[in-house]
């Protein structure tokens, strides 16, 4: 009995393969109406493959596929690629862009042609920031939004508890200065 089992996988194993893609999510950060794109590898021996996308309502959904319900244009956004890929095209162009500003969270899924009963679907994470375009300031592009001119208490408290500390020790040493001229 152990050798049917064992032939069993040895005869079935080379039927056996997974799929596979690079890189393992994608990131977007672009502005309003910027388009963007990425390229997906896709490695598979399946003769065709299916792709589609799938989104969150919003970025506070959990990243689970099973509630990304929606579509890209629900959420204003514009996603292009190649929907069915032969077993010669292995690669794909992710091109995003979006026309309200926002973060958003979604899924590339990609499903092998069934064999018999079995399916193959795998996903890709995906994530885009779509920002408004405004540049705030030379800060706050280095800085992140902490700092920057609109929020100037951020940058004056400890500008004022600087220049009292060195006003203090010049002060300081002045005195000790004057003790050992008398």
């Not at 003769?47 to 799938?54: G, L, P, Q």
């Not at 890709?124 to 300031?137: E, F, L, N, R």
């Amino acid at each position: 009995m152990k050798f049917f089992i064992f032939l069993f996988f040895i005869l079935t194993f080379p039927m056996i393969t997974a799929i596979g893609f690079s890189p393992e999510n994608l990131v977007y950060n672009s502005s309003i109406g910027q388009k963007q794109c990425q390229i997906v590898t896709i490695n598979s021996d399946s003769k065709n493959i299916i792709v589609s996308d799938k989104w969150a309502e919003n970025k506070d959904t959990p990243w689970n596929p099973n509630l990304f319900n929606v579509s890209a244009s629900d959420n204003e956004l514009s996603i292009s690629y190649d929907k069915k890929l032969s077993i010669n095209d292995r690669t794909i162009e992710v091109c995003i862009s979006g026309k309200k500003a926002g973060e958003y969270h979604g899924i590339l899924l990609i499903k092998e042609e069934q064999v018999g009963n079995s399916v193959v679907q795998a996903g890709i994470w995906i994530k885009a920031v779509i920002s408004d375009g405004k540049d705030k300031s030379f800060l706050s592009s280095i800085t992140g939004a902490a700092i920057g001119l609109g929020n100037t208490k951020v940058i004056l408290v400890p500008l004022v508890f600087i220049i009292v500390i060195v006003l203090l020790i010049i002060y300081i040493k002045n005195k000790k200065r004057d003790e050992f001229n008398v």
